[in-house]
Each structure stands twice: as C-alpha cells, then as structure tokens.
C-alpha cells in the first residue's frame, strides 16, 4: 500500500512517499509563507501515484491547515491530520495544556517513547528544540533560538559583515568578531545541551537539518542522528489512531 506522508513546517514543506512502509519517494521544498499553494502545485503529481492514504503533520494555525484539508480533499483518499493529545498511545504529554506543544515536537518524542528509556530528543531546525521523556512520560522541555536566529539578532545593525559558511565550526575563542559571535554562540547552545544531559542518564537524539553539526560537538554523549524522525512519529500517530 502506498501512503503520503506531509510534513508542512514554518518554512518547508517535506513530503514522503512510502510503499510498504519503505519510502520511495522524498522532497522537501520551501513555500515562501505559501504552503497550500505549493501543496496545490504537487497534488497533480500525488494523484498519479496510487496513494490509498494520507498522514499530515502541520504548525500552521487553524485556517491555514483548514486550506491544507480542502487542497488534499482533492486525492479522495482518507487523510488523517496529527494533533496533540493529553494522552497517545501510552504516551503522556508533559505540558499543562497539551494544544500549546507543537506537532512536530510531539510526533519526535512518540517515535522514541519506550518503556524503560530516557531520551533527550534536540529538534535542529528553525528554533532549537530539546525535549525529555522518561519511559511513556513527556516531561517537557526548552525552546531555543537556534544558531541562525542568534546570529541574524547580533548583526542585523553591523553593515559589511561577510559571514563564512565555515563559521559555526569550533569552540575555541574567537580572534576576531565574527569568529568571537559564531563561537559564542554555538558554545551557548552546546553548553545548555550538556547541561541538560548531565543531569540524568539518558539517551541523545538528534534530528532536523543542523543535527550533525551539534552531533561533532556532543560525540561523548554518543548521539544518534535520526533524520527522519517526524515521519517515524507520523507512522505512529496514523497506526494508533482511531476514526
């Protein structure tokens, strides 16, 4: 059985195509603050493709998902729309209002929930975002600007400044300004992470596009890279779910 797979985040929207379970096809495309009409430019493609079912995660808010629902109306096939739940196959969620989690960070922490494991999952995308879960129990977490954020609020007044695609690539002092801002700030964002992982056991996840540049730097913590790991979490969500 083929299944689509949507990701649709503030910037990108990635997609996967999966013929029992292994994927067959993947893309992932920016859409310029216009996700339902990039979707619109795609569905043409999904409908050729003999997909029997579609699972979608989303952060947009209501009326823009609402646009997304109406667009892949258009494959007349069922669709299944994650949200965040108090409570998800055995998965207890750590926030006081579970609406206010994002999907996406949901859907990393049910990929890796396991009874008797304790993970740090660290999402490497637009904010750098850590979250903790002990057996079946999300126990919350922290949201970070992340490396590119922190950099554009340092700069954005200083005229000339040319940034080296190789600046976030050590930790050691900086001997000029933009090695000093891009060392400082890495060295920020490396140092929360072994601090969080310091105070208990548990097991390191990486996901998102920066992943193995923060991986270099936590190697003693044996981090695993999983690119994938929203999707995995989709898979999840859609196996468990219930009409």
């Known amino acids: 059985m083929k299944q689509l797979w949507l990701d649709i985040g503030n910037t990108r929207l990635k997609y996967w195509i999966t013929q029992n379970e292994t994927v067959i096809e993947h893309a992932a495309e920016l859409h310029l603050q216009s996700p339902s009409d990039l979707l619109l430019g795609l569905i043409q493609h999904f409908n050729h493709q003999n997909i029997q079912k579609v699972g979608v995660s989303s952060v947009l808010d209501q009326h823009n998902n609402d646009r997304i629902r ?39 922490v049910l ?46 007044n200083t005229k000339g400044i040319k940034i080296p695609d190789s600046a976030f690539d050590d930790l050691d002092p900086g001997h000029n300004t933009i090695d000093a801002v891009h060392h400082g700030i890495l060295l920020g964002l490396v140092s929360t992470i072994q601090t969080i992982m310091q105070q208990s056991p548990q097991q ?11 991986a270099k730097f936590l190697q003693p913590y044996h981090p695993q890279i999983e690119p994938d790991l929203l999707l995995k979490g989709l898979q999840h969500y859609v196996k468990h779910h219930l009409p």
Request: proline content about 5%; some cysteine.
């Open 70 to 108: 109406s667009i892949l109306k258009r494959l007349h096939i069922p669709m299944i729309m994650a949200k965040v739940h108090q409570e998800y196959a055995a998965l207890r969620c750590g926030y006081d209002h579970p609406e206010q989690l994002g999907i996406d960070r949901w859907l990393q």
């Open 111 to 156: 990929a890796v929930a396991q009874p008797d494991r304790n993970v740090c999952v660290i999402g490497c995308g637009t904010a750098l975002t850590i979250d903790l879960v002990k057996g079946y129990q999300h126990l919350g977490g922290y949201i970070l600007p992340n490396l590119y954020l922190q950099r554009d609020a340092l700069i954005q």
């Open 204 to 214: 390191l996840v990486l996901t998102g596009g920066d992943a193995p540049l923060f």
